[in-house]
């Protein structure tokens, strides 16, 4: 095993393989894809610190990751120009769409600061999850590394989500809902078309 291969992510259900196939022969689709991705990420942060600015760690935990997801978004760009390709208008993103589905709605704030954790943490699993994928399978060597040093940074957002949810809730509570949403997510990967030319 590589020494950089050490992720641990607890989801219940891989990626399918042939995913990197499909991602091989559509790079401009998932790199636009991956940009809007980025984009969304860095204003789900943006939106958390908004809704909670006395939380002091979560302002203090969340402000870096959005210019680093902002960082990524540039990044991505510049790939996409390298390849003579311009940012396309995004589609519709069926997998998060799915995930707001069994998200709980109402509750107290302190509950639906936990959900949009959670959220949030899951995402960032299965993108670094995807990530990895890339980095190990995709035979042009520049964007495998580039999708290495993405890999490991998604991995530090999913934990710091984790964990910002492990101060602010018992961390018994947060693990079971962990748990439920780890279920869910891999039903829905379930339903997914693996021919999809999407980021997830």
């Known amino acids: ?64 990751v959005v210019a680093e997801e902002w960082s990524h978004f540039e990044r991505v760009m510049q790939e996409l120009r390298k390849r003579g390709y311009g940012l396309d208008r995004p589609r519709k993103d069926v997998y998060v769409e799915k995930l707001f589905q069994v998200s709980r709605k109402g509750g107290s704030r302190m509950e639906q600061l936990l959900e949009k954790l959670l959220m949030n943490a899951l995402i960032e699993a299965r993108s670094c999850e995807r990530f990895k994928l890339l980095w ?35 961390e018994d509570e947060v693990m079971q809902r962990w748990r439920e949403l780890l279920q869910e997510e891999a039903l829905i990967m379930q339903q997914l078309d693996v021919r999809d030319d999407r980021m997830h």
């Open 1 to 64: 095993m590589d020494a950089r291969d050490k992720f641990t992510l607890g989801l219940e259900l891989p990626t399918d393989p042939r995913w990197v196939n499909i991602a091989e022969k559509n790079i401009r689709a998932i790199l636009v894809d991956h940009a809007y991705c980025e984009q969304k990420a860095a204003s789900s942060c943006i939106s958390l610190i908004v809704a909670y600015p006395e939380r002091d760690r979560l302002v203090e935990v969340l402000t870096p």
């Open 136 to 170: 190990k399978h995709i035979p042009d060597p520049a964007l495998s590394e580039f999708y290495y040093e993405l890999m490991v940074s998604e991995a530090g957002h999913y934990r710091n989500f984790l964990q910002l949810a492990k101060e602010y809730i018992p």
